[in-house]
């Protein structure tokens, strides 16, 4: 159990790194656009940074779940890539289908997969939150007015 245990947290730790550089590269975008931007906001301008957003996160999201089904097949539980990428999808979401089981020496990389997928989604939900709030502040913001607080 050890061995599945070690696996899981560095897999889990690769992750949240690959997570924290979408969010960092989201961060950067956006105040630089921001800055050179500030008075250009435009609805358009909103839906293609939210939709812009969203798609940097969960292409995270699909990075980690390959990084898990890669595991899973270097480990000799799936031959199949697809196969392996299914069930580590099913686990990154916390579904539980049980329609693919891994054996008894490695299911624990399941139920870590499924508390890293509940992390990672609860990160790129904070994430979508601060931009949309930052947009929100932005809207009500008087032209001009570039305080600290605003972001």
């Known amino acids: ?25 989201l961060i950067r975008l956006f105040v630089n656009r921001r800055e050179h931007n500030e008075n250009k906001a435009t609805a358009a301008r909103h839906i293609w940074t939210l939709t812009f957003s969203l ?30 990428f299914y069930h580590s999808t ?3 979401a916390s579904l539980g289908y049980g329609d693919i089981v891994m054996s008894e020496q490695w299911r624990l990389l399941g139920a ?11 990160l790129t939900a904070g994430t979508m939150f601060s931009i949309m709030q930052a947009i929100v502040r932005q809207q ?12």
């Open 1 to 25: 159990m050890l061995i599945p245990l070690l696996a899981g947290i560095l897999t889990i730790l690769v992750n949240m790194v690959i997570q924290v550089i979408a969010v960092l590269i």
């Open 55 to 84: 798609a940097v996160l969960f292409a995270g999201n699909l990075v980690q779940i390959t990084i898990w089904a890669r595991l899973f097949v270097y480990v000799g539980e799936f031959q199949v890539f697809a196969t392996a």
């Open 90 to 92: 099913v686990n990154f």
């Open 112 to 122: 870590l997969e499924a508390a890293s997928g509940v992390l990672m989604f609860g």
């Open 140 to 151: 009500h913001q008087p032209a001009g007015n570039h305080n600290e607080s605003t972001g």
